[in-house]
T-cell receptor, first 113, second 110 residues
Framework: DAGVIQSPRHEVTEMGQEVTLRCKPI?????LFWYRQTMMRGLELLIY????????DSGMPEDRFSAKMPNASFSTLKIQPSEPRDSAVYFC???????????FGPGTRLTVT | DAKTTQPPSMDCAEGRAANLPCNHS???????VYWYRQIHSQGPQYIIH???NNETNEMASLIITEDRKSSTLILPHATLRDTAVYYC???????????FGTGTRLKVLA
């Protein structure tokens, strides 16, 4: 199994631009999580999907952030417009079901200038 | 939310056992203790979890005190590749949420 796949691995963009991060969960996993990690705030849960349905998006910082999961094998996290304070590493994780151990992808390092 | 307390950093000699403590005095009866680690620039990696009994797998052992207020992760023969930040997490009861704290930065010394 290839594990959780994220793309791109690195993204550098200018303030105001739209950014789309992509995630392919492990096949057969029905729970998907998006996290953000910064030095100041550590690892924070942004949103959680179960069976492709968003269950809890209370961690999404503001309306500039949106996430979708059109099918069981693909999810996106979009930031529009991006701001320098969005610079962070964004991780996607999946699990067999909620409550089971989560498997994290390698992350996308986002830099907004 | 159940909270965990870990020492910020620890050193361990290569080949020796690394014992990483965690305090979770407010844990409730049905909450599991999970351990993850994050090697520099990588995503967190699941290590082990437990409820009441001690657990062992190919990576580590988890010792949970009888009152469940604390636990210890044991890496029996630490290697340089075990240098990482280790997170002790109590899953919020009835939810899928992990609350990642600041963890323990373990440095394995040659």
């Amino acid at each position: 199994d290839a594990g959780v796949i994220q793309s791109p691995r690195h993204e550098v963009t200018e303030m105001g631009q739209e950014v789309t991060l992509r995630c392919k969960p492990i096949s057969g996993h029905n729970s998907l999580f998006w996290y953000r990690q910064t030095m100041m705030r550590g690892l924070e849960l942004l949103i959680y999907f179960n069976n492709n349905v968003p269950i809890d998006d209370s961690g999404m910082p503001e309306d500039r952030f949106s996430a979708k999961m059109p099918n069981a094998s693909f999810s996106t996290l979009k930031i529009q417009p991006s701001e320098p304070r969005d610079s962070a590493v964004y991780f996607c994780a999946s699990s067999l079901a909620s409550g089971f151990e989560q498997y994290f992808g390698p992350g996308t390092r986002l830099t907004v200038t | 939310d159940a909270k965990t307390t870990q020492p910020p950093s620890m050193d361990c000699a290569e080949g020796r056992a690394a014992n990483l403590p965690c305090n979770h005095s407010t844990i409730s009866g049905n909450e599991y203790v999970y351990w993850y680690r994050q090697i520099h620039s990588q995503g967190p990696q699941y290590i082990i979890h437990g409820l009441k009994n001690n657990e062992t797998n190919e990576m580590a052992s988890l010792i949970i005190t009888e009152d469940r207020k604390s636990s210890t992760l044991i890496l029996p023969h630490a290697t340089l590749r075990d240098t990482a930040v280790y997170y002790c997490i109590v899953r919020v009861e009835g939810t899928y949420k992990y609350i990642f704290g600041t963890g323990t930065r373990l440095k394995v010394l040659a």
